[in-house]
Structure formats: structure tokens, C-alpha cells
């Protein structure tokens, strides 16, 4: 559904596209609302994404998205630098530093092993956490990846090459969350939580 | 959910959720995929954005979006230019072009009356409008706004005002629409089908 008569909205639209989970009906609706209501929020935008897509890196220690050579967390001196915890993505970092209980340092994947969409353990660098977790500083790797099948495989491939490596590999609990009633809780979990009974 | 250690991805996502219809989530999605998996696409983006807000404009005859002074449909000397057809956005334009069933032209409104939410007849040019109708030339206004209750109401007034000047102003059918069994129709469409009859 191409708006007529604008070819820099038709190419706004088709670049609108390129966003996960857009589709033409709302690239569309997107375009219009901007051009409509909010040129100045379409010019910050733009600012946004090139200097998003030229200035930001990956961190040369832990891989997360950094302007710097090393992250400022990778850097903050009041890190356990003996524990690394290794998550899927900057968000799923993010949200264990919420909790507020790590203290160590992050290794974040930038994604998981996926075979079935081709993405090996190369596309995931795993080579360069092998390198990162062999430094002689870190003595346990925290896997915290995903409990989805993905999650777990890349946990495993991990943990084997870990271990091969002398290191202490340890995976997040599994378990029934907290504040949950066991009545409400799928089988799964149940189960998985009588197995890591402590 | 900010994504650690990179103010620009973070400006980036701020910026993100200044689209229609994106939260914090689905704004760090699109950021983390664009600079993992599609830095060219981000680039094309901050383009296609600062293009579209500094080079579109509005028709002069017309309103919808252009980069010229008067758009092409406008400009065309194949138009009936007796007949003027009154939408309110540009996709809804595109959706009566497509029917190939109009060869006369356009008036985008860019909205539509909506006093709940205080968008009254200056905030969607009708006064452009009533210009812009008793050119001389135009000899039938058709009200295409959609048969929501805001259209409707944004038809009635325009339908008062061009009367009033002396135009013929006409309204798309109600009706069935093409293809339906009356058994699954809704009885309101029903009853306009009736009342519309011919
Ligand atoms: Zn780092
Ligand atoms: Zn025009």
C-alpha cells in the first residue's frame, strides 16, 4: 500500500520495513504519524540511528555494545573478576543486573546456538569467550542463557568446552519462580525444580 | 530496559519509541537488530528519515503528501477535474485508487473531526477544502471519509458547508459489502443496505 506521490515517503516506508516486525501497514502508519505530527522526532531519529550504527562497538572483553574499546562495566574496578556470567543478549545483562545479586564480570554472546537457522558456534564467537574465560583471572563461568531449547543447547556446547578447559561452569537454577503457586506452575518447571532440589 | 554501556543505543532506543505503537521492548529489539545484523539498514533508515522530514510537503491543490508544489495526480490532464473526491489520509487515496473505479480528483483532510479529542475543523484544513471545491471547476464534491462514527461526522459537516455554497455533494454507499453471505453481516450495515437501496 504505497502512499501516492512522495517518493521519498514510498523509500521511508520501504526502509520503515527493515525494523523487526514491521510490516507495510505500519511502516505506513509510522511514516504518516512522523510526517504528519512529528518531523522533529523523524530528524532525531535519523541523528539516533547514525550515530548509533557508526559509533557503537562491541566491548573487547565482554562483546556487549560499547562506545569504548572496554565497556564501562568491563572496566569498574569493583567487579569479581573471577566470575563470569555468560547471557544471550545486552537485555537478558541487563536484567540480571537488576537483581542487583552478581557482582562479577558479563560474557554476552550476542545471540545463541541455533542449528536449525544455521547459526553455529563461529556466528556466536564462541572462540573468543573460550580465550576471554581462559585468562587465568576467571574461575567460574556462570551459563545463564536462555531455558528455551536454543538456551540450553548453547549452555551445554559451552559447558562441555569449559570444562575441557579445567574451569568450574555452573548453570542458573531451575526452578518455580518466586511468589508462584505450584497449582499455577507447568509441569515442567515442577519437575525440573524437584531434580535441582536443594 | 536500557541496554547497558552505550548512550547511543540508548538514545537510539528513546528515539525508537517515538514511533506509533512501539514500547521499550520492541524498541530494544529493533535496536539490537539493526546494529547486530543490519548497520546498512540503519544507515538507509537515517537517510530515508531526514529526506522524507526536510523534502515532503503538502499539494497545494490537494493537501496530500509531495515533494512538488502540486502532486502528480493533481498535474494529470487525463483527471475529470468536475469531480472531487474527499478522504482522510493518503492510504485511504491509494485504497480508492486502486479500485480504478475514479478518475477525478482528491482532497486529503489528514484527519479527521474528532471533538473528544479537541481536533476541530481548523486543525484538518477545511476551509482549504471549501476553497479549494468552489474553484468553479469542481462541480460534485464525493465524501469518501470512513463509516466511522468520526468520519461520518467529519462527512456531515463537510456535506453542510458545501451545500451551502450551492455544490453537489454525495456520499459512498452503505451496503453489503461484495462477496458476503447476509447470514454473517452485521445488522447495522444491514439496515443502511436498506435504507440505501435502489
Ligand atoms: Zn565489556
Ligand atoms: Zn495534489
Known amino acids: 500500500m504505497p502512499l501516492l506521490n512522495a517518493n521519498a515517503l514510498n523509500a521511508l516506508i520501504e526502509a520503515l520495513r527493515r525494523l523487526p516486525g514491521v510490516g507495510v501497514k505500519s511502516a505506513s502508519r509510522m511514516a504518516f504519524h512522523l510526517l504528519q505530527h512529528d518531523r522533529q522526532g523523524a530528524q532525531l531519529l535519523a541523528q ?3 550515530q548509533a550504527a557508526t559509533q557503537v562497538r562491541h566491548c573487547s572483553l565482554c562483546h556487549t555494545f560499547t562506545e569504548d574499546e572496554v565497556c564501562a562495566t568491563c572496566r569498574d574496578p569493583q567487579r569479581d573478576r573471577s566470575k563470569l556470567c555468560v547471557v544471550e543478549t545486552p537485555a537478558d545483562q541487563a536484567a540480571v543486573e537488576r537483581t542487583a545479586a552478581f557482582k562479577g564480570l558479563y560474557f554476552v ?8 537457522d544455521g547459526i553455529g558456534p563461529k556466528d556466536i564467537g564462541l572462540s573468543k569467550l573460550f580465550d576471554r574465560a581462559t585468562d587465568g583471572v576467571v574461575q567460574e563461568v556462570i551459563l545463564a542463557t536462555n531455558f528455551t531449547a536454543e538456551g540450553e543447547a548453547t549452555a551445554h556446547v559451552i559447558a562441555e568446552a569449559l570444562k575441557a578447559r579445567g574451569l568450574k561452569v555452573t548453570r542458573l537454577a531451575r526452578g518455580v519462580p518466586a511468589g508462584s503457586e505450584l497449582e499455577y506452575v507447568d509441569l515442567g518447571t515442577i519437575a525440573h525444580a524437584l531434580v535441582d532440589r536443594r
Chains 1, 2 share one sequence.
Open 48 to 50: 539516533a540511528l547514525q
Open 109 to 116: 554472546l550476542m545471540g545463541k546456538l541455533s542449528p536449525l
